[in-house]
């Protein structure tokens, strides 16, 4: 357990849907991650939020529109997604900004889209 | 892209050391060394992280390289759930909460036999 939770653990969806995914942290924090992990490929980093303000998007689709209202949540809402979207999506959450600062991984939501 | 570089995969026996080894050339002097490790079905794991001295904690030794252009990941006495996707990667201590250092590679695979 590194307390972090994120729900649901799964999720089947079609392309018309619209889902939202949930992050939640009581550690204190102040960054939260999205991460997409799909088959066989790395991790790849969607967003980063400092203190509730998003400070990246690395060129995601706008299908996938992220949501920080406070320091302990953070989600994912998702609409009219592809097929290729189906993957792993991971949070994670970081005491600080300082590169000493370890990242600590949710479970993540497997997802699939129909 | 990311700045480190590691074997595909790499095989070990229980209850024997692991070397799991990182290249990383183009390392800046304000980088961190951070290990993750992800098991099957899981979100990634912090292991083990470093700037200049070895370190050691109950999971892992960090060795690194005098001139920091490489590290070795450490595991004393493998046993068969240390089987893991191990990530290396860099992060700057200055990084400001940015994107910088969150990028994971495809790891390497280990394989722990009986």
């Known amino acids: 357990e590194t307390g972090v939770t994120q729900t649901p653990r799964h999720l089947v969806m079609g392309m018309t849907n619209k889902k939202s995914l949930k992050c939640e942290q009581h550690?204190?924090?102040?960054?939260m991650y999205w991460y997409k992990q799909s088959a066989k490929k790395p991790l790849e980093l969607m967003f980063v939020y400092n203190f509730k303000e998003q400070t990246e998007n690395n060129s995601v689709p706008s299908r996938f529109s992220p949501e920080c209202p406070n320091s302990s949540h953070l989600f994912l809402h998702l609409h009219t997604l592809q097929p290729e979207d189906s993957a792993l999506y991971l949070c994670a959450s970081v005491p600080g900004t300082s590169g000493r600062d370890e990242q600590f991984f949710g479970p993540g939501t497997r997802l699939t889209v129909l | 892209d990311a700045k480190t570089t590691q074997p595909n995969s790499m095989e070990s026996n229980e209850e024997e050391p692991v070397h799991l080894p990182c290249n990383h050339s183009t390392i800046s002097g304000t980088d961190y060394i951070h290990w993750y490790r992800q098991l099957p079905s899981q979100g990634p794991e912090y292991v083990i992280h470093g700037l200049t001295s070895n370190v050691n904690n109950r999971m892992a030794s960090l060795a690194i390289a005098e001139d920091r252009k490489s590290s070795t990941l450490i595991l004393h006495r493998a046993t068969l759930r240390d089987a893991a996707v191990y990530y290396c990667?860099?992060?700057?201590?200055?990084?400001?909460?940015?994107?910088?250092?969150?990028?994971f590679g495809k790891g390497t695979h280990l394989i722990i036999q009986p």
């Open positions: 990667i860099l992060r700057d201590q200055y990084s400001g909460g940015g994107a910088d250092g969150l990028t």
């Open positions: 550690l204190g924090h102040n960054a």
